[in-house]
């Protein structure tokens, strides 16, 4: 069974940094793009960034982009989401997302990570 | 950029009734990139439907999706006590609102 175990989350001033990870497992993690989608309090579903499966592309919601930076390291399975400049409507659970091959559909989530952005 | 919009905010409905949920495009879309999600509170989304119409691995046949160009819809044929839940739709980067189907 594909797994996705999101980690970094936690409480942060405004304007400061985090880095979230999502471990990867029971998968060819190389062979698929992944993303990023975050939920704020109450509120709907948001797209925030992509990556595809070699790295070489990265792709970035107009909310994030300049401040957020995605990468990942298939020697560990392991895909990342470097957050710089967060402000208090970047507060939200981030979730990764294993991409349906060829499409930006995701059909495995992890449980998410909380991210808190507050004086 | 495309705007998703979902009908009706919330679907109050009793244990073996009928759900038909409606997502609207902005503007015509590709079918292969229309997708809907199950979530219930505190639990990640589930993909139920992709490419319009296709369900995803372990989706129960109750569950089933239509449409093409700018109007989709996810069909419940009979609810069951786990499938109240908020529904999402999705487009390439984009999300509809949601629609909550609550018990009545």
């Known amino acids: 069974e594909v797994q996705l175990l999101e980690s970094g989350g936690g409480l942060v001033q405004p304007g400061g940094s985090l880095r979230l990870s999502c471990a990867a497992s029971q998968f060819t993690f190389s062979t698929y793009a992944m993303s990023w989608v975050r939920q704020a309090p109450g509120k709907g579903l948001e797209w925030v960034s992509a990556?595809?499966?070699?790295?070489?592309?990265?792709f970035y919601a107009d909310s994030v982009k300049g401040r957020f930076t995605t990468s990942r390291d298939n020697s560990k399975n392991t895909l990342f989401l470097q957050m710089n400049g967060l402000r208090a409507e970047d507060t939200a659970v981030y979730y990764c997302a294993q991409q349906l091959s060829g499409y930006r559909i995701f059909e495995t989530w992890g449980q998410g990570t909380q991210v808190t952005v507050s004086s | 950029e495309i705007v998703l919009t979902q009908s009706p905010g919330t679907l109050s409905l009793s244990p073996g009734e009928r759900a038909t949920l409606s997502c609207r495009a902005s503007q015509s879309i590709n079918n292969n990139y229309l997708a809907w999600y199950q979530q219930k509170p505190g639990q990640p989304p589930r993909l139920l439907i992709y490419?319009?119409?296709s369900r995803a691995t372990g989706i129960p046949d109750r569950f089933s999706g239509s449409g093409s160009g700018t109007d989709f819809t996810l069909t419940i044929s009979r609810l069951e006590p786990e499938d109240f839940a908020v529904y999402y739709c999705q487009q390439y980067d984009t999300f509809g609102g949601g629609t909550k189907v609550e018990i009545k």
């Open positions: 490419g319009a119409s």
């Open positions: 990556i595809t499966g070699n790295g070489g592309s990265t």
